[in-house]
């Protein structure tokens, strides 16, 4: 073992900038799940399950599929996202990695969005490969301007991370934390998840414009963005 | 006059003023469980602390205090004249019982992302922290493979690559092989006489006895005694 020679006592380190953090704490959150896979996995099995069980409970026409297809997406989704967001905080807590982050002078708000971005990829992810086969399952082809889509699911899968990154880190800590998350986000999802559903629904069957329900997701993800870095803080160093 | 002995000199001088970690009156509640009893005292610069007690006797909480990572009951923490850790987080490092690293990550993997933390970019810093623990930097693999004692060696270079000056170490020499633990415990007295306070919990305080200025003894909840000798002053009293 080599020694003092390598380790000057010269003062290295300076205060990390927030978007170094963030970088780093995002790029290091995409190799874990690269090399485990176990948000993605786990995420496509439950919405594969659900698409299936789905198509052989019931046999719609095309115009019912428009009209319900938007509902069973968002809920299928809502649901497969909780696993990753489970998983983003349980891999902090093995070897108690979180501590050395809480020990550090980096900012807790780099740690809650490189969370909520990585959690943001893996649920898009999960739409990009799950969508299509809605389509075809359902028999859908959208009436309206199917581009809209991807800004109804652009803001609506931050919608849902961002307060589920957030409600994950608190019930993380808790003794039934798998239960504790859907109790606490579910509840607080409701006015966001029935504008995504509203939305999808009026860009499938192109009988009215999604405009509002646009409006109300960005206001939906712009207040809870900022309640949740204002709020962080105190969760993560909570007791 | 050497240099250890000068550079002991300026920062005693400096530290009778603002010791780099000061503790009033601390308690510590979980419920109703006394983990630490008004705690007060003060840890010089360049000085190496072995803490000892029981198990359960509140020395993991006294680290965790000092760490920040609980915050006291009751009572003051300063550390380096201020109470507000989030000013001086850089100077101060701990490593605890767990590793504090990705088991799926490698070595050079998990000190890079652990030095973004403190805004260094630098990779031959971490090959140097990985270097001086007596790991190879071209380690490949992830660290939940490692043997104990490796996760215990990189565990360290993790704590020591921002050069902190307060240093909290809780077990570091557990699961780790008598050589190694030897020189663990020389770079321990190196970071020291480089003026560094290093505060050591451990089981095996005979590892530091050549290093340590201090042996620092907790029992429920209280440091009891502050010796310079590893011998229990008690233990001495009744063999005579």
Redesign the interface.
């Known amino acids: 073992m080599s020694t003092a020679a390598q380790l000057s006592r010269v003062p290295i380190s300076r205060t990390p900038r927030m978007l170094a953090v963030l970088r780093a704490t995002l790029l290091k959150d995409l190799r874990l799940e690269w090399r485990s896979k176990d948000a993605i996995n786990s995420m496509l099995f439950f919405s594969l399950l659900v698409v299936v069980v789905f198509s052989f409970s019931f046999d719609p026409t095309a115009e019912e599929s428009r009209r319900i297809a938007g509902g069973l997406i968002w809920v299928s989704f809502l649901f497969a996202a909780v696993v990753a967001l489970n998983q983003t905080w349980a891999r902090e807590l093995r070897n108690q990695v979180l501590d050395a982050y809480r020990v550090s002078p980096a900012p807790a708000n780099a740690l809650f969005l490189a969370k909520a971005i990585g959690n943001f990829v893996f649920v898009g992810v999960l739409e990009a490969i799950m969508t299509p086969l809605f389509m075809v399952f359902y028999n859908l082809r959208p009436l309206g301007p199917a581009w809209e889509l991807v800004v109804v699911a652009a803001l609506a899968t931050w919608a849902l991370v961002v307060n589920g990154t957030f409600f994950a880190a608190i019930s993380i800590r808790t003794r039934s934390r798998e239960v504790m998350l859907p109790l606490l986000l579910f509840p607080i999802s409701i006015p966001a998840l029935y504008a995504m559903v509203a939305a999808t629904t009026a860009i499938l069957a192109g009988d009215a414009s999604p405009n509002y329900w646009l409006k109300l997701l960005g206001v939906y993800d712009v207040v809870f963005t900022i309640a949740c870095l204002l709020l962080f803080e105190t969760v993560l160093n909570a007791e | 006059m050497s240099e250890r002995s000068q550079l002991s000199a300026a920062l005693s001088t400096s530290a009778v003023v603002n010791p780099p970690v000061e503790l009033s009156g601390v308690s510590r509640h979980f419920g109703r469980f006394a983990a630490l009893r008004s705690i007060s005292g003060q840890f010089q610069a360049a000085r190496l602390y072995v803490v000892l007690g029981e198990n359960g006797a509140g020395k993991s909480t006294l680290l965790r205090v000092l ?5 006291a009951s009751r009572g003051r923490v300063s550390w380096f004249g201020g109470e507000d850790l ?1 000013l001086v ?6 490593m ?1 019982h ?8 490698n070595a050079m ?1 998990n000190l ?3 030095a ?7 990779d031959g ?1 971490c090959q ?2 990985m ?4 790991l190879d930097a071209a380690l490949d693999r ?1 660290a939940g493979q490692y043997s104990q004692g490796m996760r215990q060696r990189l565990s360290l270079a ?1 704590a ?1 690559l ?2 902190p000056d307060v240093l909290l170490l809780d077990e570091p020499f557990s699961n780790v092989d008598v050589q ?1 633990a030897g ?2 415990a ?2 321990l007295g ?2 020291r ?4 306070t290093v505060l050591v919990v451990t089981h095996q305080p005979a590892l530091l006895t050549g290093v340590a200025d201090e042996f620092v003894r907790m029992a429920e909840g209280r440091i009891v005694a502050r010796t310079t000798d590893l011998r229990d002053p008690a233990e001495t009293e009744a063999a005579r």
């Open positions: 760490a920040g990572l609980v915050p989030s987080r850089q100077r101060i490092s701990y605890a767990a590793s504090l690293l990705y088991d799926e990550l993997e890079r992302y652990f973004g933390l403190y805004g260094i970019q630098d810093i140097d922290a270097r001086s623990v007596g992830p993790r020591i921002h050069r190694s020189s663990m020389r770079l190196q970071m006489d480089q003026g560094c």
